[in-house]
């Protein structure tokens, strides 16, 4: 059975919905709030897989600005849309006046005008937080530089689908600590009790001050959060395994460096051999096979990157439906 949210926690969150108006950083929500958008995501997951109709967002529409290329974003939140009843409108930067100098405040102030809630994914994080600071309407972050909060909520999702509870497991990522991906791990896996360890290179560990914050946050849910420059450290009785390409996108001229840099942090079948004898291995994707991941992890039975890849869209219907409806 799938972890049971505390009673009382699990009515406030009822009771209350989210206490955000908008979806920027996984440290903005309350475990209590993260739950009730795993629990509603389960939900409307059942619902699909039923064929039936759940059109919560009938008439709403979602403005999508994309800065950085994607699929598993653009489709999820374009499919989950349509699955809610709504529609949603593709902005790429380069067709809207965005891309051509106008301000993100102005974008904000128009764009609120003509829909019901903004998607952003972008390069920098202070640009999401601009947008929302001036928009009327419910802003999400599909993606910034510095976070990555609705793949680390589908992340969550597909954890408890297969290990059945969160709080107590052990998650360890390997790889870029100073990536979006190992920033709003650290939030999210902290929020729900989860520890985590994160083991990098130097000159790669995760942004002070969020790891600060996720130390102060996992004070109050009983998680620790270890910081090493040792994989084998890192990964030693882990439930969960989580990498990332180490050249993300803007970063392409520093390949090189990064292929070196990383040397010794690529998960394979003998490092994970210190982990627990079921983890479960997890990658946002895409993935570069025989970089930071080796194909007989990837594809092997721990994997359940695919499952992963899903949930984005069940994840992200949960987020529409409290914020848009």
Same mark, same amino acid.
């Given at each position: 059975?799938?972890?049971?949210? +505390?009673?009382?926690?699990?009515?406030?969150?009822?009771?209350?919905?989210?206490?955000?108006?908008?979806?920027?950083?996984?440290?903005?929500?309350?475990?209590?709030?993260?739950?009730?958008?795993?629990?509603?995501?389960?939900?409307?997951?059942?619902?699909? &897989?039923?064929?039936?109709?759940?059109?919560?967002?009938?008439?709403?529409? /979602?403005?999508?600005?994309?800065?950085?290329?994607?699929?598993?974003?653009?489709?999820?939140?374009?499919?989950?849309?349509?699955?809610?009843?709504?529609?949603?409108?593709?902005?790429?930067? &380069?067709?809207?006046?965005?891309?051509?100098?106008?301000?993100?405040?102005?974008?904000?102030?128009?764009?609120?005008?003509?829909?019901?809630?903004?998607?952003?994914?972008?390069?920098?994080?202070?640009?999401?937080?601009?947008?929302?600071?001036?928009?009327?309407?419910?802003?999400?972050?599909? /993606?910034?530089?510095?976070?990555?909060?609705?793949?680390?909520?589908?992340?969550?999702?597909?954890?408890?689908?297969?290990?059945?509870? /969160?709080?107590?497991?052990?998650?360890?990522?390997?790889?870029?600590? +100073?990536?979006?991906?190992?920033?709003?791990?650290?939030?999210?896996?902290?929020?729900?009790?989860?520890?985590?360890?994160?083991?990098?290179?130097?000159?790669?560990?995760?942004?002070?001050?969020?790891?600060?914050?996720?130390?102060?946050?996992?004070?109050?849910?009983?998680?620790?959060?270890?910081?090493?420059?040792?994989?084998?450290?890192?990964?030693?009785?882990?439930?969960?395994?989580?990498?990332?390409?180490?050249?993300?996108?803007?970063?392409?001229?520093?390949?090189?460096?990064?292929?070196?840099?990383?040397?010794?942090?690529?998960?394979?079948?003998?490092?994970?051999?210190?982990?627990?004898?079921?983890?479960?291995?997890?990658?946002? /994707?895409?993935?570069?096979?025989?970089?930071?991941?080796?194909?007989?992890?990837?594809?092997?039975?721990?994997?359940?990157?695919?499952?992963?890849?899903?949930?984005?869209?069940?994840?992200? &219907?949960?987020?529409?439906?409290?914020?848009?409806?």
């Amino acid at each position: 059975m799938l972890e049971a949210i +505390n009673a009382e926690e699990k009515n406030v969150a009822t009771e209350k919905q989210l206490l955000v108006n908008d979806f920027i950083q996984l440290s903005d929500l309350s475990s209590a709030e993260i739950h009730t958008l795993l629990n509603e995501a389960l939900e409307l997951k059942k619902l699909q &897989k039923e064929g039936k109709s759940h059109p919560f967002l009938s008439g709403k529409v /979602l403005g999508m600005i994309f800065e950085k290329s994607s699929t598993r974003t653009r489709v999820s939140f374009e499919v989950g849309m349509l699955q809610l009843g709504g529609h949603a409108i593709f902005l790429s930067s &380069k067709d809207i006046q965005l891309g051509r100098g106008e301000s993100i405040s102005d974008t904000a102030k128009v764009l609120s005008r003509y829909v019901d809630g903004i998607m952003i994914r972008t390069f920098s994080h202070e640009s999401v937080e601009e947008l929302a600071e001036h928009a009327t309407v419910p802003v999400i972050n599909g /993606l910034t530089d510095l976070h990555h909060p609705t793949q680390v909520l589908a992340d969550l999702l597909t954890i408890l689908e297969h290990k059945g509870k /969160l709080a107590g497991l052990k998650l360890c990522y390997i790889g870029d600590g +100073n990536n979006n991906m190992a920033h709003s791990l650290m939030e999210g896996a902290v929020k729900v009790g989860m520890d985590i360890s994160i083991a990098s290179p130097p000159g790669f560990l995760p942004n002070g001050k969020i790891t600060e914050r996720a130390i102060q946050m996992g004070a109050e849910t009983n998680s620790s959060v270890m910081i090493t420059h040792d994989p084998l450290q890192a990964i030693k009785d882990a439930d969960v395994i989580v990498t990332d390409v180490w050249t993300s996108m803007g970063q392409e001229d520093e390949t090189a460096l990064r292929l070196k840099a990383f040397e010794g942090f690529q998960v394979n079948q003998e490092l994970c051999k210190h982990a627990k004898a079921d983890f479960l291995f997890l990658h946002c /994707l895409p993935a570069h096979r025989g970089e930071e991941v080796t194909a007989e992890i990837i594809d092997g039975s721990h994997s359940v990157v695919f499952d992963e890849a899903e949930n984005r869209l069940h994840a992200q &219907k949960a987020i529409l439906k409290f914020l848009l409806s």
